[in-house]
């Protein structure tokens, strides 16, 4: 009795100094995001929902001169953003490296039956000259995270979903995320906290087992919900089914696992190449850059030595 009373005493004693234990959370299935831009109407019910479900301020409009997007780009407080890319009376040229032009794939698409004889200023939009391509922009939620790998102090880490999320309570506002991130997502609130925010996924949401406020509100299942792997199942399956049907500009992002050397858990059916929607081909990793900057300053350092050493010599 003495010893197990000894042994309880010595476990309060260094729960109170370093904290009690707490059994892990166990981990969940992978979950992300699949936006097919081709079903996406530009509606921003996914920017309203996610700024109302997180309490995230709302920006002045703006006009910019060179969209009807006053949103602008993502931000600290915009989360999602859909963007609205015109194309108008750029096509015509083959601008999306199709043989003979949109023309020729228009005049393809109706010979096999694909899109009726009609004035192509009125065809399905995939096959029109002049289109908006709308996409809803968002965290990609890194399988291996450039953000996560720069933060300093821990703030940023992966919860059982997988997901990548910022403690605003451990964040320093260093910025080295912000930085880090080759998509331009992580940003920090210079007007609140001065710390780094960027989409949770509604990690709040998820643990009660609902779906995130933007796949919720979204009116034509453009941004889907669900398990990484089912999604890119779909994934790939809508993508035949696009180009089947003579869309062969149709192509994924993220769904493979060669980019940042291990995939995307938000992942993306494009109509253009992906500069176009303005994200990287191929995104590049800060701490790739670690070990070759270290040799090359430890190489410098050795050559300035040995002058170093051949100068005082000579003195």
Same mark, same amino acid.
């Given at each position: 009795?003495?010893?197990e009373s ?8 260094i729960?109170?100094?370093v904290g009690n234990k ?5 981990r969940?299935a992978? @979950?992300?995001f699949?936006? =097919?831009?081709s079903l996406?109407?530009g509606?921003k019910a ?10 995230l $301020?709302?920006? =002045?409009?703006?006009?910019t001169?060179?969209?009807?997007d006053?949103?602008g ?19 015509? +040229?083959g601008s ?5 032009g949109?023309?020729a ?7 096999d039956?694909?899109?009726p004889?009609?004035? $192509? ?5 995939f096959?029109?000259t002049?289109?908006?391509? @709308?996409?809803? =922009?968002?965290?990609?939620?890194c399988?291996?995270? /450039?953000? +996560?790998?720069?933060?300093?102090t821990g703030?940023i880490? *992966? ?10 309570d ?11 991130? /080759? ?6 609130d ?6 780094a ?5 509604? !990690?709040?949401r @998820?643990?009660?087992g609902?779906? /995130?406020?933007?796949?919720k509100?979204c $009116?034509?299942?453009?941004i ?9 199942a779909h994934? *790939?399956?809508?993508l035949?089914i696009?180009?089947a049907r003579?869309?062969?500009e149709?192509r994924? !992002? ?12 938000a992942s993306?059916?494009l109509l253009?190449?992906p500069e ?7 995104p590049a *990793?800060p701490?790739?850059?670690?070990? /070759?900057?270290s ?6 350092a050795i050559?300035?030595g040995?002058?170093g050493?051949?100068?005082f010599?000579?003195?």
């Amino acid at each position: 009795m003495a010893i197990e009373s000894s042994q309880g005493s010595l476990q309060s004693v260094i729960g109170a100094l370093v904290g009690n234990k707490t059994k892990p959370i166990a981990r969940q299935a992978a @979950m992300g995001f699949f936006t =097919d831009t081709s079903l996406c109407i530009g509606c921003k019910a996914c920017e309203v929902a996610c700024k109302q479900w997180n309490q995230l $301020p709302a920006s =002045d409009p703006i006009w910019t001169g060179t969209s009807y997007d006053n949103t602008g780009a993502l931000s600290a407080t915009t989360w999602r953003h859909v963007q609205f890319i015109e194309h108008i009376g750029r096509r015509e +040229q083959g601008s999306n490296g199709l043989h003979g032009g949109i023309d020729a794939q228009i005049a393809q698409a109706k010979s096999d039956g694909v899109i009726p004889m009609i004035a $192509p200023g009125t065809a399905l939009p995939f096959f029109n000259t002049d289109r908006w391509l @709308m996409h809803s =922009d968002v965290c990609k939620h890194c399988a291996n995270a /450039p953000c +996560q790998e720069a933060c300093p102090t821990g703030a940023i880490i *992966r919860t059982e979903f997988d997901t990548v999320y910022v403690q605003q309570d451990i964040c320093n506002g260093c910025g080295y995320c912000v930085v880090a991130c /080759p998509f331009g997502v992580v940003a920090r609130d210079e007007r609140s906290d001065h710390t780094a925010h960027k989409c949770t996924l509604c !990690y709040d949401r @998820m643990k009660d087992g609902i779906e /995130p406020a933007c796949a919720k509100a979204c $009116p034509t299942d453009s941004i889907q919900f669900g398990e990484v792997e089912k999604l890119k199942a779909h994934a *790939r399956e809508r993508l035949g089914i696009l180009q089947a049907r003579g869309v062969q500009e149709a192509r994924l !992002y993220g769904v493979d696992d060669d980019i940042l050397e291990g995939g995307l858990n938000a992942s993306f059916l494009l109509l253009d190449e992906p500069e176009v929607y303005n994200l990287p081909a191929n995104p590049a *990793r800060p701490s790739n850059n670690v070990v /070759p900057a270290s040799l090359r300053t430890i190489l410098a350092a050795i050559i300035l030595g040995l002058f170093g050493i051949i100068f005082f010599r000579e003195d």
